[in-house]
T-cell receptor
Framework: DAGVIQSPRHEVTEMGQEVTLRCKPISGHDYLFWYRQTMMRGLELLIYFNNNVPIDDSGMPEDRFSAKMPNASFSTLKIQPSEPRDSAVYFC???????????FGPGTRLLVL | QKEVEQNSGPLSVPEGAIASLNCTYSDRGSQSFFWYRQYSGKSPELIMFIYSNGDKEDGRFTAQLNKASQYVSLLIRDSQPSDSATYLCAVKAGEGTALIFGKGTTLSVSS
C-alpha cells in the first residue's frame, strides 16, 4: 500500500490567498483526520471524518478553514483567506477503525507570507 | 479541556542507557494510549499502543500504563543514537473519538 498521500508537500503563498491541501487516505480506512502541527501548540486535531461524514470539527480554528471529503479516497482542507499565523505543517491521517492506530501522511508544509 | 502533558525535554541519555519518557492525561475516561516517534521533518509513526494497566513489551520498548494515576510511560532499553527523535504520547477516549496528542518529549542519545 502507498500509505497516506498528501499534496502539495510544500506550499508558499501570500496572505489573503486561498490554499487547498489534499489527502488520499489508505484504501479501506474509514476514518480520516486533519491535524496541524506548530512548535508552540504541538499537534492539534482540526477535524475528522468517518465514512466521509464530518464527526468533529471543533478544532477548526475559524470560518476561514473548511474541509470536505467527497468520497472515500479524497479529502481537502481549504484556507480562505490565508494568514501568516496559518503557517504550520498540516498532516492527514487515516485509520481503519475506532480502536486502531492512525497512519500519518508526510505532511504539507505551509508558509504564508 | 482534555489534556495530555509531557515534559518537552530535551532528555539526554548516553548510548546503551535506558530512556524513560513520561506522560499524564486528564480524562479518566481515556481507554487507549499510544506512543508515536517523530523524526525532525518527518511525520509521526506509531511505536506502541497499550489498553490495559501494566506493562507491554515490544523489543527494546516497554509501555507502562497506570490508569489510577492517569500516567503512561515509555521505556527504551539500550538506547541508540537512531532513537534520537521527539516522542509523542497520544490518548483516545473511546469508540469513535480522535487522538489527543501531547506536545512531545525530545530525546537525544549520544554515542
Amino acid at each position: 500500500d502507498a500509505g497516506v498521500i498528501q499534496s502539495p508537500r510544500h506550499e508558499v503563498t501570500e496572505m489573503g490567498q486561498e490554499v487547498t491541501l489534499r489527502c488520499k487516505p489508505i484504501s479501506g480506512h474509514d476514518y480520516l483526520f486533519w491535524y496541524r502541527q506548530t512548535m508552540m501548540r504541538g499537534l492539534e486535531l482540526l477535524i475528522y471524518f468517518n465514512n466521509n461524514v464530518p464527526i468533529d470539527d471543533s478544532g477548526m480554528p475559524e470560518d476561514r478553514f473548511s474541509a470536505k471529503m467527497p468520497n472515500a479516497s479524497f479529502s481537502t482542507l481549504k484556507i480562505q483567506p490565508s494568514e501568516p499565523r496559518d503557517s504550520a505543517v498540516y498532516f492527514c491521517a487515516s485509520s481503519p477503525g475506532t480502536r486502531e492506530t492512525q497512519y500519518f501522511g508526510p505532511g504539507t508544509r505551509l508558509l504564508v507570507l | 479541556q482534555k489534556e495530555v502533558e509531557q515534559n518537552s525535554g530535551p532528555l539526554s541519555v548516553p548510548e546503551g542507557a535506558i530512556a524513560s519518557l513520561n506522560c499524564t492525561y486528564s480524562d479518566r475516561g481515556s481507554q487507549s494510549f499510544f506512543w508515536y516517534r517523530q523524526y525532525s521533518g518527518k511525520s509521526p509513526e506509531l511505536i506502541m499502543f497499550i489498553y490495559s494497566n501494566g506493562d507491554k513489551e515490544d523489543g527494546r520498548f516497554t509501555a507502562q500504563l497506570n490508569k489510577a494515576s492517569q500516567y503512561v510511560s515509555l521505556l527504551i532499553r539500550d538506547s541508540q543514537p537512531s532513537d534520537s527523535a521527539t516522542y509523542l504520547c497520544a490518548v483516545k477516549a473511546g469508540e469513535g473519538t480522535a487522538l489527543i496528542f501531547g506536545k512531545g518529549t525530545t530525546l537525544s542519545v549520544s554515542s
